[in-house]
């Protein structure tokens, strides 16, 4: 089951980390649009970029995450998934 968890920092924002029952991070979620998810194996996959407020929100999951913004821009832009515990890059499925 997943659950809508505030962004600590941005509770009143738009915006949620969408997280597991063990409380792993599993996605973003932008006002109703589902804009990142991470499957069990750790593969990220962007789903748009959409507006700047959105923009904002994923650079705020990708701090979380350790990484960068665009790390999730040129995911998009380049129609790729990254594994988010090895690294390892791949065409989206």
């Known amino acids: 089951m997943m659950m809508m968890k505030k962004i600590r920092g941005h509770e009143?924002?738009?915006?949620?980390?969408?997280?597991d029952?063990?409380?792993?991070?599993r996605g973003?979620?932008?006002y109703s649009t589902t804009v990142i998810t991470i499957d069990?194996?750790?593969w990220m996959t962007v789903h748009g970029l959409y507006s700047r407020t959105t923009i904002k929100h994923i650079g705020w999951l990708m701090r979380e995450l350790g990484l960068s913004y665009y790390?999730?821009?040129?995911?998009?832009?380049?129609?790729?998934e990254m594994n988010l515990h090895t690294g390892e890059i791949?065409?989206?499925v």
């Open 40 to 42: 069990e194996n750790g």
């Open 21 to 25: 029952e063990n409380n792993n991070l």
């Open 71 to 80: 790390t999730a821009k040129d995911c998009y832009l380049n129609d790729i």
């Open 28 to 30: 973003l979620r932008s």
């Open 90 to 92: 791949r065409n989206r």
């Open 12 to 19: 009143s924002a738009a915006a949620r980390f969408i997280v």
